[in-house]
């Protein structure tokens, strides 16, 4: 089970946390906790360490490290309650100033170096996980279970160099049996999601968001019977609920499924996440911490064909179009290559890639931050002839339909684009993949809800038709 930042937000919510791991362990389960850092913890270390870096002020360390040691003993009285309280909160915050200190020392070292590199950055981030791992684990201890906290490298997640972005070595799933299985028997472990290190040892990280990566490596290496990942929303829905407020929970959905619609700004999951258990065949359940009789969503390997065609329908904000155009770009070999290695040097993310069959132009949607480089770099590049025009527009969103009863169904793009037209929303680049799991489609910013509830609609997912 893992928790995200908003489950572990405050003391109480850590206590809450702990009594839910009780609660399934004495109905029988053996159970693994990975702990995400307090909410917002991971961003103000970051921002603390940029400043540090930046502005060499070692006043302003003090007094984030002032805050936060606060903040952290505050979460320990109150997570950790009981008959052995004051004895537990003793050895908990003695761990913690550890820590803290240890903190504190690095960010004056950077301080004084006046620079951050990316191997700095994981390892200041890291903290934010390693102090609350040590005060979930107190927690249990004070509700009479036995507990240890580990590290993501001590539990056994031994990663590539890849700094910020670290992937684990196939190693891990043997030394995390090793190390973690024997302990499951009597206690729960506890272990801080998002880092892992290196084979020198090295504090390495996942990526943002990487602690539902670790409970999905810890799952798949224990050969769990679900991984559960904890967070403040109710599983995934069908859509955004701000947008349609009939937006339901999907209870059941295939990795596959999972992974388009983690593309495609779902937000819920990352599809690396699932890539382990995937690989391992387990199934990943989202539950909601403040709603946890709720069954949540559970991710599996097959389903059975179902009758809904459609499972979401998705939208991506903040995104830019690009249209590159030139009669001499027409049966001219090499052009697409140019621009997409144009792109990928100036660092653009492509979100959706259209060509018609006329060649004439390729329209292009990306991140909408990357816009300016993205046709800076097409610009410089095609400078004299080919491309003539290139136009862009921020007033966009990408709108993608999603479901695996897709493949092989006629009609769904019909009645996709049919219920837009009679909705009057233009549609102005589409996209669909041959896997046919998804159809994706951009339109102006001021139609994308409109072409959402329509759709929710259209395919039932409000639970009409
Ligand atoms: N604490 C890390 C982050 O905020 C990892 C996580 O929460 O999953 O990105
Ligand atoms: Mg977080």
Redesign the pocket.
Known sequence: MKF??TSVGDGSRIKHVAELAKEYRDSGNEVVLVT??LNGV??ALLKSAKEASETGKTSTIKEFITDLTKQHHQAAQDAITGKKAKKIVEVVTEELDSRLEELEKALIGICYLGELTVRSIDYISSY??RLTAPILCGSLNSLGIKSRSFTGGDAGIITTDDYGNARPLEKSYSLIIERIEPLLKDSIPVIT??IGENEAGIITTLG?????FSASIIGAALKADEIWLWKEVHGILTTDPMIVPEARTIPVISYIEAMELSYFGAKVLHPRTIEPAIKHGIPVRVKNTFDPSSPGTIIVKDLKQSKDIVKAVTVIRNVALINISGAGMVGTIGVAARVFTTLANAGVNIIMISQGSSEANISLVVDGSHLDKAVKGIRAEFKNGIIKDVTQDRNICVVAVVGAGMANTPGVAGRVFGALGKARVNVIIISQGSSQHNISFAVSGDDAAKAVQVLHREFGLDGEN
């Not at 943002?208 to 539902?212: C, E, F, K, T």
């Open positions: 995200g930042g995400s850092a991971t961003d934010g996980e999601g998002f943002r968001g990487g602690s539902d």
